[in-house]
């Protein structure tokens, strides 16, 4: 299995530019998690979707920052427009079926690192 | 409001010593589970405890889990450079398995040789 894959790996941007991270979970995974990671804050769940319906996104910063997952395979986490305070590092990650016994066990990728200048 | 306080944060000691990394928090979780992360990579799960009471070994490390289920510890043995990373602890919680998981801030280890 390729594992959990996102792309780019790195991204440098202007401040005021549009920004899309995309994120191709492990094929079988129904859930699909979005992640921030800063040396102040840690890791920090964005959004997560279940079989491809949002299910919480209390941990979006405000309304610059959208996600969607069109299917079982894509996922993007758009920032417009993107800030300085946005630079970090955007994770993607998914998990196995609810049915099965290790449903908790996240999946990361190698994650988005993104600079907002 | 961090629901998982892990400490330390920082640790640097030298090949061969013992240490041991805390996860606490006055929630209950389902479950939890210990990740590391290397620079420049995602997290990588290395396990999951259930049980209250529960002790799991990976070689040279041992996770606990509090009787409780509100706290969890990993040991590690005899450290080695190549134990260096970014270790996290990461609860489950509620009756409703969404898989969602509350995350720690972390513990920067350093192993020098």
């Known amino acids: 299995d390729a594992g959990v894959i996102q792309s780019p790996r790195h991204e440098v941007t202007e401040m005021g530019q549009e920004v899309t991270l995309r994120c191709k979970p492990i094929?079988?995974?129904?859930?699909l998690f979005w992640y921030r990671q800063t040396m102040m804050r840690g890791l920090e769940l964005l959004i997560y979707f279940n079989n491809n319906v949002p299910i919480d996104d209390s941990g979006m910063p405000e309304d610059r920052f959208s996600a969607k997952m069109p299917n079982a395979s894509f996922s993007t986490l758009k920032i417009q427009p993107s800030e300085p305070r946005d630079s970090a590092v955007y994770f993607c990650?998914?998990?196995?079926?609810?049915?099965?016994?290790?449903?908790?066990?996240?999946?990361f990728g190698p994650g988005t690192r993104l600079t907002v200048l | 409001t961090q629901l998982l306080e892990q400490s330390p944060q920082f640790l640097s000691i030298q090949e061969g010593e013992n240490l041991t990394v805390y996860c606490n928090s006055s929630?209950?979780?389902?479950?939890l589970q210990w990740y590391r992360q290397e620079p420049g990579e995602g997290p990588v799960l290395l396990v999951t405890v259930v049980t209250g009471g529960e002790v799991k070994k990976l070689k040279r490390l041992t996770f606990q889990f509090g009787d409780a289920r509100k706290d969890s510890s990993l040991h590690i043995t005899a450290a080695q450079p190549g134990d260096t990373g970014l270790y996290l602890c990461a609860g489950a919680r509620g009756s409703s398995n969404t898989g969602k998981l509350i995350f720690g801030q972390g513990t920067t280890l350093q192993v020098k040789p």
């Open positions: 094929s079988g995974h129904n859930s």
């Open positions: 929630s209950v979780f389902s479950s």
């Open positions: 990650a998914s998990s196995p079926s609810l049915e099965r016994e290790n449903a908790d066990t996240q999946y």
